[in-house]
């Protein structure tokens, strides 16, 4: 069956549907890589993307430009990355615990808003392909092959990826990076130094969850157009898994990423062709790819040796 | 360590206030309880001691008075209590302004004992006449009127004055709307094209059913094969579900559209959108839409309230019914301009008829009863319900625009027609988690609720150890067929929605749609009415042409809306040129399916708001006829004990198809919902992977 699809329709249906998923997981990903290297771990990430889901969405469902609606779930984000770092850095709650609380916050209250300023669930015109078109008639998204993987993409999939070595840049090569990934791994070393760590993990967890802000509109506003309460649908948590998957490196969350959705996409393909797998197993295949990847025992290793410990001055 | 108490304790109420929002919020978005009117049983009689009126404002030489007027709705409602109120300004303005009549009214008295408090205060301050503008008002004015013997009281739609009962100071009216009715009904046959017109009725009482009863029998003197679609919403104010009404109708393919009471506005707004020609009753409803609301017939209280005015500074306090007439120009048939003159010649010919008698419409009403059943099968019986309180518990939310949804409209739907006080609805969301979901439906037992649905086959476990504890609480979950028989339980339903019938529907549907004879298909997991639903729609694919391919793909997960619509991008690329699929996570399937321009079959709620050109059919879950079950009978003292199954046959499914089908595809599927309805179809679902 399905004999007249050519292998290389299946290969790029994957490839095209694999980087349009790994969007939302990339910025919340790179985010909580952020907060993770400065030792908070933020499992609230499901939370933050669901309320910049739906400010994302209303922004533009009020206005109708896509811009407002990322400004706002920047904004958002940048907010409820604050309010976790009171919890979770000057209060100095458990992180885990705090994570979840965050989470039921952004699910209870996006749900809340939704019904009360929307009502029903309704479509936008968000970010749509750019496709780089020269001609009215030439594009290069039409190009064979190469068009479809490249350049038949909304700019907020471009700005996922070019987020990555970006994020890689600033980690590995500026002082604020430095004292990132420091504050993560040697807080009291940091200390020492005379820098403030609660600073550097106050702007760590705020700059991640502004992205996970804008991987919720990602969603909403440009792969989707449309606000559904609870539409992330546990993105967050696999943004959180990803981050272990990467070894807490911004190229190592770029493969999961790509490897997770990849899979994912290849899943429906399976389906489709009618192979002879039952469908729970396609299904499964993503998520038993990342418990192996995640128990591969030379990982822990690279995890900051702070991560979760809240930093208290001057105890030892 | 005492800030992590302290912060505990604060995410512990910030989680409670995440988790638990629904279930704090009973049916926020509820409008309010609207009292309906009932019907008078004085209804019936023919007016005959009705005093014939000038139609004309005749107030030059009255002295001084005072009115107040009770109304249902608004001065605004550009409906029934606006005409009224405009006639008396106009009285105001002609006697000499506020000094020589003075107004003052009290809005939205949808709830009778206000209405009555209201009666006697207006009457104890000495208003000289006080109106109840409603058939409702009624036996509170009876009770009143006697303790004010020289003030004079009015009510209408009505002809009793109480002169039986011995009051001598009431006054009765009504508009025989049945008139109009019959010219813009007649008119209406003459415009449409269709030869479909819809009907946007309120309750079925009153001055509506006059106006409706009327409007059909003129459509059919016109065209007797003119098809009159007539619904009740059930409500006077429910702006949505009359505008929701409006677009069923245009959806059956009517093209000129009327219907009464304060809630029509809504139906205006649908049908100018639509372009879909309005034909307005009460007041005059054309400043909504100049273009569309293309005649009317006016009510003009002047004369009759003029003359009742005169009469109580005569000293007669009461003791007349009046009637508005075509003939006493109490009734203004008000055409547009644009209209065909022809149509409009012929339609002012039939109301001429009318005035001078030659036509009587009750008359024709009466013969032409049996030849509408049309406007019987459009009713809705709702049996007498105790007050019942109903909690339901969720996976997913109110606003799913499936499973969840499609269930909750369907109790919002009873709330809506039983009252808020008399329908309690409470629910869960988000209950994914079902341990968590165990634990609400034992906070609602003890709390007392009727009845509590577990929307949910996997909800099914906890269900069987909670019943037993409470035997006289009704419990109920689906998708399942097992109610406990087995393990002795007698206070649990079970609720299967046959999902195999509306799919091979749908199927038969897409296997004409398709040109590429390849369809796609994007389910949750292969399970409960999913799995239903894809055994139906392949069969009924198959069922036209075997050689179709039906790719089928499940995402795993009931709310993955980015994997969804990943799913639909794969089947695109795959070859499928018509989408289908179910669960909450469709959203964004149909997103994918709008922006490539291919036909979506939806199942469970109505999508089409979504994507109005892509959603061309619905396999619609209609919950009342099942929830309406579990109710008698747990009010009857059975609390479970039944397995309740939707199918076509039982309205519990119900199909829609939009008017952009191809005619030979709608019929194709209309021959499959017969014949799975009397039997002849036998659903079989093939083997998969």
Request: net charge negative.
């Given at each position: 069956m399905n004999d007249q699809l050519t292998l290389m329709t299946i290969v790029l249906g994957i490839i095209h549907s694999g980087i349009r998923l790994a969007t939302p997981y990339l910025y919340a990903a790179i985010g909580e890589t952020f907060s993770q290297r400065s030792g908070v771990l933020n499992l609230g990430v499901e939370g933050v993307m669901l309320m910049g889901s739906f400010f994302g969405f209303y922004a533009v469902y009020q206005t109708g430009n896509p811009w407002l609606g990322l400004l706002a779930a920047l904004v958002v984000g940048l907010l409820m990355g604050l309010i976790m770092g009171v919890v979770?850095?000057?209060?100095?709650?458990e992180q885990g615990i705090s994570g979840i609380g965050m989470y039921m916050f952004g699910l209870g209250l996006s749900s809340l808003l939704f019904k009360t300023m929307v009502g029903s669930v309704e479509g936008v015109e968000g970010f749509s392909e750019?496709?780089?078109?020269?001609t009215d008639t030439l594009?290069?998204?039409?190009?064979?092959?190469l068009g479809d993987i490249?350049?038949?993409?909304s700019i907020v999939t471009y700005g996922a990826f070019a987020l990555v070595p970006l994020a890689w840049w600033i980690l590995n090569k500026t002082t604020w990076g430095l004292k990132v990934r420091a504050a993560g791994q040697n807080p009291e070393a940091v200390d020492s130094l005379g820098v403030n760590v609660d600073a550097v993990r106050y702007v760590s967890v705020m700059v991640g969850s502004a992205l996970a802000g804008v991987a919720g509109a990602s969603l909403s506003i440009?792969?989707?157009?449309i606000f559904q309460e609870?539409?992330?649908?546990g993105m967050g948590f696999t943004a959180v898994a990803l981050v272990y998957f990467g070894s807490w490196r911004p190229y190592g969350v770029l493969v999961g990423a790509l490897l997770f959705s990849g899979v994912n996409a290849l899943q429906l393909w399976v389906q489709v062709l009618k192979l002879n797998i039952p469908s729970d197993v396609a299904v499964m295949l993503p998520y038993l790819l990342t418990i192996v990847a995640l128990a591969l025992?030379?990982?822990?290793?690279?995890?900051?040796?702070?991560?979760t410990k809240p930093f208290e001055r001057g105890e030892n | 360590m005492k800030k992590v108490g302290l912060l505990i304790l604060l995410l512990l109420m910030l989680v409670a206030c995440g988790g638990g929002d629904a279930a704090d919020e009973?049916?926020?978005?509820?409008?309010a309880p609207v009292a309906e009117a009932t019907a008078v049983?004085?209804?019936?009689?023919?007016?005959?001691e009705a005093v014939e009126v000038s139609a004309e404002v005749d107030?030059?030489?009255?002295e001084a008075v005072r009115i107040a007027i009770v109304m249902?709705?608004?001065?605004?409602?550009?409906a029934w209590s606006q005409a009224l109120y405009d006639a008396l300004v106009r009285i105001q303005t002609e006697a000499g302004g506020e000094d020589m009549v003075e107004i003052a009214y009290t809005e939205n008295m949808f709830n009778v004992t206000d209405a009555a408090a209201a009666i006697r205060d207006y009457a104890a301050d000495g208003f000289n006449l006080v109106i109840a503008?409603?058939?409702?008002y009624g036996t509170s004015l009876f009770e009143i009127a006697p303790d004010f013997p020289e003030t004079s009281f009015a009510w209408g739609t009505?002809?009793?004055?109480g002169s039986e009962m011995g009051l001598e100071n009431i006054f009765a009216y009504e508009a025989r709307a049945e008139e109009g009715g019959y010219v813009n009904g007649y008119l209406a046959s003459l415009l449409s094209e269709s030869g479909i017109l819809g009907v946007v009725g309120p309750v079925e009482a009153g001055d509506a059913k006059l106006y409706i009863d009327g409007f059909v029998a003129g459509a059919i003197a016109a065209n007797p094969d003119v098809k009159v679609n007539v619904s009740y919403t059930?409500?006077?104010?429910d702006t949505a579900l009359a505008a929701e009404a409006a677009n069923t109708h245009i959806a059956a393919g009517a093209d000129v559209l009327t219907g009464s009471a304060q809630q029509v506005v809504g139906a205006i707004g649908a049908a100018k959108e639509k372009g879909v020609i309005w034909m307005g009753t009460?007041?005059?409803?054309?400043?909504?839409s100049e273009e569309t609301v293309v005649a009317s017939q006016l009510y003009n209280w002047d004369g009759v309230f003029s003359d009742i005015i005169k009469k109580h500074q005569a000293g007669i306090y009461g003791g007349t019914a009046y009637a508005l007439t075509l003939a006493n120009g109490g009734l203004v048939m008000s055409f547009s301009d644009a209209l065909d003159a022809d149509a409009v010649a012929a339609a002012m010919a039939e109301g001429d008829a009318i005035a001078a008698g030659d036509i009587d419409v009750n008359a024709v009403v009466a013969g032409e009863?049996?030849?509408?059943p049309a406007a019987e099968e459009a009713e809705m019986v709702y049996p007498e319900l105790e007050p019942v309180r109903i909690a339901l518990v969720i996976p997913?939310?109110?606003?799913?625009?499936a499973w969840s949804q499609s269930i909750y409209d369907s109790l919002a739907a009873l709330q809506d027609h039983y009252g808020a006080d008399n329908f309690e609805i409470a629910f869960s969301e988000n209950m994914f988690n079902v341990t968590d979901a165990a634990a609400a439906i034992r906070d609602y037992a003890d709390d007392g609720f009727n009845l509590i649905i577990a929307?949910?086959?996997?909800y099914g476990t906890s269900l069987f150890e909670i019943a037993p504890d409470f035997p006289e609480t009704s419990f109920a979950w689906g998708t399942?067929?097992?109610?406990?028989a087995d393990e002795g339980l007698t206070n649990v339903f079970s609720y299967d929605p046959r999902l195999e019938q509306g799919g091979y529907v749908s199927g038969v549907l897409a296997a004409y749609l398709t040109e590429s004879g390849v369809i796609g298909l994007v389910g949750?997991?292969?399970?409960?009415d999913a799995k239903l639903q894809v055994d139906g729609f392949v069969a009924g694919v198959h069922a036209v042409d075997p050689d179709i391919n039906v790719n089928i793909s499940f995402t795993?997960?009931?709310?993955d809306t980015a994997l969804a619509a990943e799913a639909a991008n794969t089947h695109l690329a795959a070859g499928a040129d018509v989408l289908t699929g179910s669960a909450q996570q469709v959203v964004g399937a149909i997103g994918v399916a709008k922006d490539a321009g291919v036909p979506w079959l939806g199942v469970?709620?109505?999508?089409?708001?979504?994507?109005p050109d892509s959603v061309v059919a619905t396999v619609f879950y209609n919950w009342i006829p099942t929830l309406l079950e579990m109710i008698t009978s747990n009010q009857s003292g059975v609390y479970g004990g039944k397995s309740i199954q939707m199918t076509l046959a039982n309205g519990g499914q119900q199909m829609i198809y939009a008017d952009s089908l191809p005619a030979e595809a709608v019929e194709a599927a209309m021959a499959a919902e017969a014949g799975i309805i009397d039997g002849s179809i036998e659903i079989v679902a093939e083997p998969r992977n």
């Open positions: 979770s850095i000057t209060l100095k709650a750019l496709r780089f078109c020269v594009c290069l998204a039409d190009v064979p092959i490249f350049f038949n993409h440009s792969l989707l157009g609870n539409m992330t649908n025992p030379f990982r822990r290793s690279m995890q900051p040796a702070a991560l | 009973p049916a926020a978005a509820q409008p049983p004085e209804e019936a009689a023919p007016a005959e107030v030059a030489d009255i249902p709705s608004t001065v605004t409602d550009l503008h409603g058939t409702q009505a002809v009793d004055t059930g409500s006077f104010g009460q007041a005059d409803q054309s400043p909504i009863q049996t030849a509408v997913s939310t109110t606003t799913d625009l929307h949910g086959a996997q399942s067929t097992n109610f406990g949750p997991v292969d399970a409960g795993g997960s009931f709310g469970q709620a109505d999508q089409s708001s979504l994507a």
